[in-house]
């Protein structure tokens, strides 16, 4: 498990998930999504992985913990 801080731009919050290293990204963008209500969101991961994919693991992201994530509304 490791524990992610989102940056949510719009909304000028800042929250924390433990999420398991193990999950795709596309499944954390879900989950993401369901609580927020956020659609068509853009996620930029600060460790600054190149080429993310939805279906590679988070760890393959250079996430760890206290890592960042910025949130922004697509539609927006």
Excluded: C
């Excluded at 989102?6 to 924390?16: D, N, P, Q, S």
């Excluded at 999504?33 to 991961?45: A, C, D, F, P, S």
């Excluded at 993310?52 to 760890?59: G, L, V």
Aim: aromatic share 8%; proline share 3%.
């Amino acid at each position: 498990m490791i524990l992610i801080e989102m940056i949510f731009l719009e909304e000028k919050k800042r929250h924390f998930a433990q999420v398991d290293e193990t999950m795709t990204v596309g499944e954390f963008k879900k989950k993401i999504e369901k609580k927020t209500g956020i659609n068509n969101m853009r996620i930029h991961w600060l460790p600054g992985a190149k080429n993310i994919r939805d279906d590679m693991p988070i760890y393959k992201t250079g996430m760890w913990n206290g890592s960042g994530v910025v949130i922004e509304n697509g539609s927006s």
